[in-house]
């Protein structure tokens, strides 16, 4: 499964946001697209609620998607983190 990474600023300083599994398949569902749509580019609003949602799931934030987007000062991607894998395997 793909798994993205955002760097994100707000008042508290910049941080990373790793987005994995369930938030990517959170936003496919809420925008009817496909992760791989992404290679034709990503939107703003894109990241920023992906980080939202990975934020949201870990209890970093617990405000509304539009009151973490007016908090935010600056969001980019992030090299990916890499995936774990079971010994084993």
């Known amino acids: 499964m793909l798994r993205l990474a955002f760097q994100v600023e707000d008042a ?3 941080r990373r946001v790793d987005v994995g599994p369930a938030s990517i398949v ?3 569902r809420k925008t009817d697209r496909r992760i791989s749509d992404l290679a ?3 939107s703003a609003e894109d990241m920023a609620w992906m980080c939202w949602h990975a934020e949201t799931k870990a209890n ?3 405000k509304p998607f539009d009151d ?3 908090s935010l000062t600056d969001i ?3 090299p990916a983190p890499k995936a ?3 010994k084993g395997r």
Do not use: F, I, K, Q
Request: proline share 5%.
């Open 60 to 62: 970093v934030v617990a």
């Open 76 to 78: 980019e991607d992030a």
């Open 40 to 42: 034709n580019g990503v």
């Open 26 to 28: 959170a936003w496919e």
């Open 68 to 70: 973490y987007l007016d």
């Open 12 to 14: 508290a300083g910049p």
């Open 84 to 86: 774990s894998t079971a």
